[in-house]
């Protein structure tokens, strides 16, 4: 049994079992961005921190996701082993997600622990069932560093105010430094990727799914705000925008030059290790893009007629910026090319923001829209018949 668990990889496509993980992230994005919602609407006193603690939750889960996504991709995940795995991570980001509202108050205690459990039981299990197997030390490191993070995110918990963001923020910290380092550990070193074994195919479909979450949650939100307050022109036409800007979205990351696909960027690497957390790191920026844009969207679909917003701005043109420019970043990682047209739409949202600055919050989203379809006009003009899209392999 160990030598198979160890031995064995992920060559295939995701199971049911890790899509039903991703729909509980469905769920986790939608609490999210009603909680980014009551940021930018009730807490504009403290803006700035609410959006901090708003990002810590979504770094948290953002965690167990990414590293549930690595485990799969490194190991069979038809063993009964790493089911039971994926089955106590669904229940643990679902019981983070319904906590996530009032992480900062009275549930912290519950979304700290429920976060330990699972970021420390995942690899502690693999250690287990591993014993004697030459990969085991790669979750010892882990299974070390995410003990480390565990103790600021438990003394954040118990502190509670200013100390429990101060505490996690330094937990989130060590999660990444580690990662960063390949989890130097005493008496074990650091990790090598000759012993990661990632299998390329699955962990990159598991980055393109993890972005489609985040395009249906833009739908989601939109949808629900324009449901409660009916079809009045105005809120029909920003619902109209925020779609075609989901479509153009999709577009701008799905369609991708032949041969530069995230699964052929992940067999040219030299260095998988790297590569799959660069790629985690870049897909993190798209996904709080997506998010942000949703969440700017849905606020001028229930208010239309709002006055000059700055904050409002920084959603309706910052979430397209953040995912165009994760999407530059991992095209850099994936390719070494610079699209000139991403670029492009990066500089006119930058001279636009002023003029928007000015204008009734009702331009905003438009603006932000026609950007994006000029990006996607644009690309196609260039060479109609370069970008294509690779087709998923049958089930």
């Not at 060559?11 to 039903?20: D, I, V």
């Not at 196609?380 to 018949?385: F, N, Q, S, T, Y």
Request: charged share 15%; with cysteine; glycine share 8%.
């Amino acid at each position: 049994m160990t030598d198979r668990l160890g031995d064995t990889r992920s060559q295939g496509r995701p199971t049911y079992l890790e899509l039903l993980l991703d729909l509980v992230y469905v769920f986790a994005l939608t609490r999210l961005s009603q909680r980014l919602t009551y940021d930018f609407t009730m807490s504009r006193r403290t803006l700035l921190s609410e959006l901090g603690q708003t990002l810590l939750v979504l770094l948290a889960l953002w965690q167990v996701w990414l590293l549930t996504a690595w485990m799969t991709s490194r190991f069979d995940p038809r063993r009964i082993e790493i089911q039971i795995i994926i089955v106590g991570s669904m229940f643990g980001a679902m019981i983070m997600s319904v906590s996530l509202p009032l992480a900062f108050g009275e549930r912290g205690v519950i979304f700290a622990s429920t976060f330990v459990a699972v970021h420390i039981g995942r690899p502690l299990l693999l250690v287990l069932v591993q014993r004697g197997h030459p990969r085991q030390p790669v979750s010892i490191r882990i299974l070390f560093w995410s003990t480390l993070a565990s103790v600021g995110w438990i003394a954040g918990a118990l502190t509670g105010g200013a100390g429990r963001g101060i505490c996690w923020t330094l937990a989130v910290v060590v999660e990444f430094l580690g990662a960063a380092l390949r989890w130097p550990t005493p008496g074990y070193g650091r990790s090598e990727s000759t012993f990661w074994g990632i299998g390329a195919a699955h962990l990159a479909e598991r980055y393109q799914q993890v972005l489609l979450i985040a395009l249906g949650e833009t739908i989601l939100v939109t949808g629900f705000i324009l449901s409660d307050v009916g079809f009045a022109v105005e809120r029909t036409s920003i619902f109209v925008a925020s779609f075609v800007t989901t479509v153009l979205f999709w577009r701008t990351y799905f369609y991708q030059p032949a041969g530069s696909t995230l699964a052929a960027a992940f067999e040219r690497s030299s260095d998988p290790l790297r590569f799959s957390r660069s790629a985690g790191y870049t897909h993190l920026v798209m996904v709080c893009g997506i998010v942000a844009t949703a969440v700017g969207y849905g606020l001028l679909i229930e208010d239309p007629h709002a006055g000059p917003d700055p904050t409002w701005l920084v959603l309706i043109f910052g979430g397209p910026v953040l995912f165009l420019l994760g999407r530059v970043w991992f095209e850099r990682e994936a390719s070494r090319r610079l699209p000139t047209t991403w670029l492009s739409g990066l500089l006119c949202f930058a001279l636009l923001t002023p003029v928007a600055a000015v204008l009734p919050m009702l331009a905003a989203p438009f603006l932000a829209t026609a950007v994006m379809a000029g990006i996607v006009v644009a690309d196609v003009l260039r060479d109609p018949g370069q970008f294509v899209i690779e087709p998923n392999p049958p089930v």
